[in-house]
């Protein structure tokens, strides 16, 4: 299986701080996404990612939240205030096209105290 | 909206026993269906993908089916072993690209 790697692995803030998740791509894998979890929750998708421009987003994705390829290769996700309940594991994933399997990483742990 | 229900939420079984995990989805316009692995606090691992158009794939001890008309997918794993164990998801993709999942089915076999 691929290898799709995040940075960091915890992260620990304080409300109403910035942070930015990392995800390194897999070469030849154009579609990018991001997930999260909240602890006992179910697996929920955030946004879509091709081209350089988002192509989907679901409700949760609001004006606190953005993702960029800065330096065409790494994938970031900004939290821009954070608050008590963004709390929760976020998760990369990637695909070779809009239907083959997605590929997620380990994920980033956040924690917002 | 696409709902994903997945029965059992729990199953524990003895070691050596075939066993069948089930999920469902309220909306048959799906592009595929994908099942993944948990473990605690880990990432998910993708077990196997199915196509809209295909009835079933296989992958060593597991074979999952799809029968999208009636919005039913199940993973069957034979001869389950203790590293077995570990929450499995089911997920569908629809035309929006996104993965929709399910709560999961969490697995236990006993040695």
């Known amino acids: 299986e691929p290898e799709v790697t995040q940075t960091p692995s915890h992260q620990v803030t304080q409300m109403g701080q910035e942070v930015i998740l990392r995800c390194v791509p897999i070469s030849n894998h154009l579609y990018f996404y991001w997930y999260r979890q909240i602890l006992g929750q179910k697996v929920e998708f955030l946004v879509s990612?091709?081209?350089?421009?988002?192509?989907?987003k679901s409700e949760i994705f609001d004006d606190q939240f953005s993702v960029e390829r800065p330096d065409g290769s790494n994938f970031t996700l900004k939290i821009r205030s954070t608050k008590l309940e963004d709390s929760a594991m976020y998760f990369c994933?990637?695909?070779?096209?809009?239907?083959?399997?997605?590929?997620f990483g380990p994920g980033t742990r956040l924690t917002v105290l | 909206k696409q709902e994903v229900t997945q029965i059992p939420a729990a199953l524990s079984v003895p070691e050596g026993e075939n066993l069948v995990l089930n999920c469902s989805f309220t909306d048959s316009a799906i592009y595929n269906l994908q099942w993944f692995r948990q473990d605690p606090g880990k990432g998910l691992t993708s077990l196997l993908l199915?196509?809209?158009?295909?009835r079933e794939q296989t992958s060593g001890r597991l074979n999952a089916s799809l029968d999208k008309s009636s919005g039913r997918s199940t993973l069957y794993i034979a001869a389950s072993q203790p590293g077995d164990s570990a929450t499995y998801l089911c997920?569908?993709?629809?035309?929006?690209?996104?993965?929709?999942f399910g709560q999961g089915t969490r697995l236990t076999i006993n040695p």
């Open positions: 199915i196509q809209s158009s295909q």
């Open positions: 990612f091709y081209n350089n421009e988002i192509s989907e």
């Open positions: 997920a569908v993709v629809t035309g929006a690209q996104k993965l929709v």
């Open positions: 994933a990637r695909s070779r096209t809009r239907t083959d399997t997605q590929y």
